[in-house]
């Protein structure tokens, strides 16, 4: 139990950058809080903490230190409550979400959420990119794609649907394809993998399965937003779940084609370690996801 304390009041240093700003919150002595902070790196043979006149920052060992920390004082909480007659959900729930599903469906909806579980504390880092739930501190990821081979537990959330689009000026300049066999002299938008780089070519259902097609293009990147940019700006064709593109669709900036061939739906899960499988705001904030994407029609099963 004193290595807990111990571990808090460290938490509370690295969130107030300030020991004096801790030792208030926290109703204690200046002298308590520095001690115990130093204790705790006395015990570690390690710097975690960077002092100066002005601040405290944590050195990269405390950074690594404090995601480990965090996480087991949650989990503590967590336990102490587990078997309280009626508790309420509560804790902490660090969730890392790609750009575009964060900014269109959960953050909109995030306040449902909250209402239904006003004790879960969420906190959300947007990526693209793959990261290391381990190291970055995170519960668990939002994922869509294909899943690689990994240690994480996947929970499916369903399949998105998508369609090929361009830009009216695009088509005016290149015509409308009626056939992917017709796509020799089309362009389109690069998207290049944020994990190695590698640009994905348009997918199209033909008789006999899915066809890859790997057009000329002027312009990649690895944002999904500036993909997405790209294509209303008429650089070429994009794909992409339909959700996402529905706005731009209906105000007339983009235009589906080849809807008979359309692309493979995007499997859409959530991602999390092994040992985050009991957590409670965990399960409850997947299901209501998966909930959330099925009533507003992203996915299919």
Known sequence: MDRLRTLAIFLRVCDARSFTRAASS???????????????????????????????????????????????????????????????????????????????????????????????????????????LVKEGVDAVLRAGPLKDSSLIAKPLGHMPQATLASPAYLARHGTPKHPAELTRHRMVAFALPSNGRIEPLEFKVEGGYQPQMLGFDLSTNGADTYVAAGLAGFGLIQGPRYDLKEQVDKGLLVEVLADYPPPPMPLAILYPQKRHQSQPLRLFADWLGQLVADLGITSP
């Not at 002298?31 to 130093?38: E, P």
């Not at 920052?57 to 949650?74: C, D, I, N, P, W």
């Open 26 to 132: 926290l109703n204690l002595p200046r002298s308590t809080v520095t001690q115990a902070v130093q204790r705790l790196e006395n015990q570690l043979k390690v710097q975690l903490l960077v002092r100066t006149t002005r601040q405290v920052s944590l050195t990269q060992e405390g950074e690594a230190f404090s995601h480990k920390a965090r996480q087991l004082v949650a989990d503590w909480k967590e336990l102490e409550t587990l078997f309280l007659p009626g508790r309420p959900a509560g804790g902490t729930l660090h969730l890392n979400l790609p750009t575009r599903l964060a900014r269109l469906v959960v953050v909109p909806e995030l306040a449902q959420f909250q209402r239904r579980y006003p004790g879960i504390t969420l906190q959300l880092s947007i990526a693209d990119q793959p990261i290391d």
